[in-house]
């Protein structure tokens, strides 16, 4: 059976990425493709239950960035060896609300934790499950964290940072973008709704004719 195709979606707070993993769903399910919708943190019981550890935890005490960072790739392992490899390899297309790519953004560049001990596990527990495509939502820091503020929700324990540290993760992403950008597509999500959307939908075409 021909491999199914991993999507990732990217990006900061307030970037729209909700919305936009709705819509790219919709349009690969019209395009006849059955897929799996996941998430990072999260995505299968046991990663769900990292993932409640890690946003919302109510310990008093403080999480420590190296914590974070193992927590989320110990979530990734289950994640891929449960959901991903399997839907993969059932010929399924899987389409993740964040992956690895957030670990070099936020624990690497928000948290300040050297990237070569992030390069380690990656090695070692992503390995050949790397994204096909990866769509970043980009934003500027400020917008996207006005965006998160208005929209009145409960924010999680990292969606809480101050501004400085979005600004590092954003900045991470698009270096990431810059160096991969066979795989990692900017979205310009400054633009409105149907722009965003039209420049998802002519990433996905380009990507689909080539697969």
């Not at 900061?12 to 990072?40: D, N, P, W, Y």
Request: charged letters at 30%; a neutral charge.
């Amino acid at each position: 059976m021909k491999r199914g195709q991993f999507i990732t979606v990217e990006g900061t707070e307030g970037a729209g990425k909700s919305t936009a993993m709705q819509f790219i769903c919709e349009f690969l399910q019209k395009a006849g493709c059955e897929l799996v919708k996941t998430r990072e943190p999260g995505g299968t019981e046991i990663a769900e239950e990292i993932r409640k550890v890690l946003l919302h935890s109510t310990a008093s005490e403080k999480t420590q960035p190296v914590t974070e960072l193992l927590l989320m790739f110990a979530g990734r392992e289950q994640h891929i060896a449960t959901l991903i490899e399997p839907a993969l390899a059932a010929g399924k297309w899987v389409v993740s609300d964040r992956y690895v790519d957030a670990s070099y953004a936020y624990q690497g560049a928000g948290r300040g934790i050297d990237k070569q001990y992030i390069t380690e596990l990656d090695k070692m527990v992503v390995g050949k499950y790397y994204p096909d495509l990866t769509l970043l939502l980009d934003i500027p820091a400020e917008v996207g964290f006005a965006r998160a503020v208005k929209r009145n929700a409960e924010r999680d324990r990292i969606e809480q940072e101050k501004i400085d540290f979005f600004v590092r993760v954003r900045n991470e992403y698009l270096a990431r973008a810059k160096a991969d950008p066979a795989r990692i597509k900017i979205i310009d999500a400054t633009l409105s709704l149907e722009q965003v959307q039209n420049q998802i939908e002519l990433c996905l075409k380009e990507f689909m004719v080539n697969k």
